[in-house]
């Protein structure tokens, strides 16, 4: 995907004014869901992705140990500057689920067994 359209995307599932916030809440979150992904998913999901963000998910912030869906939405609202868990939620939700279309299908439904329960929601793919 291409970087334009990916923040045009977020940008109107975030309902977000202008494209500088979308592309703020994109960078914090892939950043951390670069830190719980490994391997050939995260270089595939990489690849589908606009360069800038292909390199913050494989340049990711470091996380001691898996964060559970909640544990990440906080993160995000700590990384992100006036956020409360209720903006960083919808933070997450605008980015992940342009995430997920760009990552497809079967390169989703393996993002997700990487992760701790209750990420399918994040993505906007329950039961995903």
């Not at 960078?27 to 606009?50: I, Q, S, T, W």
């Not at 996380?63 to 933070?91: H, K, Q, Y």
């Amino acid at each position: 995907m291409r970087w334009r359209p990916f923040l045009e995307a977020v940008q109107e599932r975030g309902d977000y004014p202008s494209v500088a916030e979308a592309e703020r809440a994109s960078r914090v979150v892939l950043a951390l869901l670069g830190a719980h992904l490994v391997g050939e998913e995260r270089n595939e999901l990489a690849a589908r992705l606009p360069e800038t963000f292909a390199l913050i998910l494989l340049n990711p912030l470091q996380a001691a140990e898996p964060l559970s869906s909640e544990r990440f939405v906080r993160a995000v609202s700590a990384w992100i500057e006036g956020a409360t868990e209720r903006t960083a939620a919808w933070d997450t939700g605008a980015v992940l689920s342009v995430v997920a279309d760009a990552s497809g299908e079967e390169l989703l439904e393996r993002l997700l067994l990487q992760l701790p329960p209750g990420y399918d929601l994040l993505f906007g793919h329950p039961g995903g």
